[in-house]
């Protein structure tokens, strides 16, 4: 029996090599091309379709199966009730009240205070911006199945094949297109760099990084819809944009030219940020320069001042959210007194989820669940340039182009500090509840005490 | 994936738990995520610094009393049963609700919802309101945004109207009889827990 194994052994082996090499081969002309030349078959919507066709079809299967058993199938609360304008204290409080009665104090008044904070003990607001969003049908990921226990045979076969093809074949395709695009990068960032300064050398150092951050979008399977490509941002600015993962860099970059700002990192890092800086100036700092605003603001000016050196692109919100909300923006980028071009990035949450919670995973990790989700689907949208207006203050100029930022991509504009995932709450916002309610009230205490 | 029976089975007398506090399965699982999510040393238990450390909580003017109601007299912590026992009070009233002459009144009643918005004004649990007591809720609810006198002629105007026994202090019954009959039905949160619930009953 053993002996009739062994010829076909090796012929499979063969087999098996060529057909792989001859794919791979193929869909690596077929990625790395067009990112070179910045045009794409279409291929990844075409999947994205697809794929959002299996996820319904996936979760009217689980409502059936939960049917069935006669339970309700828990559907997490999508971001749309969050998201919308809370009602306010004012019209609660006259909700809750006998129908539009006299604004004086009513000893139920405490009701809306109480139920506004076991609300926040049940479902915190800001921790839920923190954590990952929920959804509402199941994309065939075992780490966004919170609550989906109602799965029959089928779904679970369908979910190992999802898992074969995405952890078998789709993750070493973009592994590999990772190294690559990373490699090239500084490969060719460190000839360009050899080249004399001049209108060669930027035009040669803008073709590679949009090339190699071309193919590491498509490492990522990123489907990215450009929205009023018109507003992009143009040199001596400052590109501003909400911040949910390390990713945002890349899919900005792939579309534009930016300068970047960060800090020296060593290792892997290391080594790209310099390579990159050979070709074009970007702006790395020291660990000990970060504390010094001075010093920051001083390079960021000159930076912009310098008309021949591209925008700056830099994230307000110093910290990863997940991407249903804008948190507070810092103002320090607002202070330089330049022109801000906003950018609002939102992404689907149904094809995997973009969100990096650094308190609980690494990079390493968080790149490894990225390249093995189905794809990355997100909107950018270019808002139009802002400035800071006569007798506004940088706050009041962050907030503004916060709120810009929220409204266009539909993501609800908080008041809380980012920094708050680590931090105290000011005795401020406490004070603004009491002002609010107040309002209902010594409105009428005025009238009595003139009646 | 058989992942949220594990979870039931994880916490002790959940059986007994969902029966007195209406809690489904599901809601019971997300309120242990919650109740783990909060304690964030593990400790099995939750203390005041615990609830404390929720922003929106902080920032609510009566926050601190909020957080005393889940502690009985004398206990320093408090534990998943005695949290979502609290809780249950926030359910949505079940209007379709069997009268059983022997059971006990569910959590949710609407007289359990107004004893324990009592509570948070009668903080020496001495079954009254005292003028004193409504003065500290007010202070804490307006805050500097008025002056003491006009905070002394609130209190006094709201005794008046609703005390009718003439004690000078607001029984829980005289504060039954003050709060609106549409109060029950609000008296509950939006919170997704809770909110799938109303398309239940």
């Known amino acids: 029996m053993e002996s009739y194994l062994f010829p076909f052994d090796s012929l499979i082996c063969m087999l098996l090599g060529i057909s792989f090499t001859v794919l791979f081969t193929l869909l690596l002309v077929f990625i790395i091309v067009p990112a070179i030349f910045g045009v794409s078959f279409g291929i990844r919507r075409l999947y994205m379709k697809s794929l959002i066709k299996l996820f319904e079809w996936a979760t009217l299967r689980m409502e059936r199966g939960a049917k069935e058993k006669n339970q309700h199938l828990y559907k997490p609360y999508s971001n749309g009730i969050i998201a919308k304008e809370p009602v306010s204290l004012e019209q609660e409080i006259q909700d809750m009240r006998r129908g539009g009665a006299e604004p004086e104090f009513d000893m139920s008044d405490i009701f809306y205070f109480c139920r506004r904070g076991v609300e926040s003990i049940v479902d915190d607001e800001v921790t839920k911006r923190f954590t990952a969003e929920e959804l509402e049908s199941w994309n065939l990921l075992t780490r966004s199945n919170y609550n989906f226990h109602h799965i029959s045979t089928r779904l679970t076969a369908l979910w190992g094949v999802g898992v074969l093809i995405r952890y078998g074949f789709l993750l070493p395709l973009r592994v590999t297109l990772a190294f690559t695009g990373v490699g090239l990068l500084v490969v060719l960032t460190s000839i360009v760099g050899l080249f004399p300064n001049g209108r060669m050398k930027n035009y040669l150092s803008d073709k590679v990084h949009l090339m190699c951050y071309r193919i590491c979008v498509r490492a990522l ?11 992009k941002p143009k040199n001596g600015g400052i590109c501003v944009a909400n911040h949910t993962s390390p990713i945002d860099v890349i899919i900005l970059a792939s579309d534009g030219c930016y300068a970047m700002v960060g800090q020296v990192h060593g290792g ?29 603001a001083k390079r960021l000016s000159d930076h912009i001042a310098d008309k021949s050196k591209l925008p700056i692109l830099i994230f307000p919100e110093g910290t990863c959210i997940n991407n249903t909300s804008v948190m507070m923006f810092k103002k320090g980028s607002f202070e330089i007194g330049c022109r801000v071009y906003p950018v609002a990035i939102k992404y689907d949450p149904r094809f995997g989820d973009a969100f990096w919670n650094s308190s609980k995973f690494g990079m390493v990790n968080y790149l490894l669940r990225m390249m093995s989700s189905w794809a990355i689907v997100c909107s950018v949208w270019y808002l139009p340039p802002m400035s800071r207006m006569e007798g506004e203050d940088a706050v009041q100029f962050a907030n503004r182009v916060k709120a ?13 500090d980012g920094g708050l995932k680590r931090g105290k709450v000011k005795e401020v916002f406490k004070e603004e509840q009491q002002k609010l309610y107040s309002k209902v009230l010594v409105g009428s205490s005025e009238d009595c005490s003139r009646s | ?19 007195e506090t209406g809690f489904s399965p599901a809601h019971i699982i997300r309120l242990h995520d919650r109740f783990k999510a909060l304690d964030k040393k593990g400790r099995g238990h939750l203390c005041p610094q615990d609830f404390g450390a929720i922003k929106e909580l902080a920032m609510n003017p009566i926050g601190d009393r909020i957080i ?30 069997p009268k059983e002459p022997n059971s006990p009144e569910p959590i949710n009643s609407r007289s359990n919802k107004l004893r324990f918005a009592f509570q948070l004004y009668d903080q020496d649990k001495d079954g009254k309101i005292s003028r004193d007591e409504l003065l500290k809720v007010l202070r804490a609810m307006l805050g500097m945004q008025v002056t003491e006198e006009q905070l002394e002629s609130i209190a006094d105007r709201t005794i008046q109207e609703a005390d009718l026994d003439r004690d000078d202090a607001i029984s829980f019954e005289e504060f039954r009889k003050v709060s609106p009959e549409i109060l029950h039905s609000r008296c509950f949160i939006k919170a997704p827990v809770i909110m799938l619930m109303e398309r239940d009953c």
């Open chain 1, 221 to 231: 399977t990123a489907i990215i819809t450009y929205h009023d490509s018109e507003n």
């Open chain 1, 268 to 296: 892997l890092m290391g080594v790209i940020q310099r390579a990159m800086v050979k070709a074009c100036p970007h702006i790395w700092f020291e660990r000990s320069e970060v504390k010094d605003r001075h010093l920051v």
């Open chain 1, 404 to 416: 810009a930022i929220a409204r266009k991509g539909g993501l609800a504009d908080l008041l809380w």
């Open chain 2, 1 to 19: 994936m058989g992942s949220t029976s594990s979870t039931l089975l994880k916490i002790p007398n959940v059986e007994v738990l969902m029966q």
């Open chain 2, 68 to 97: 005393g109601a889940f502690f009985s007299p004398g206990k320093e912590t408090v534990d998943f049963h005695t949290f979502v026992k609290i809780l249950a009070h926030f359910r949505p009233v079940d209007k379709n609700r």
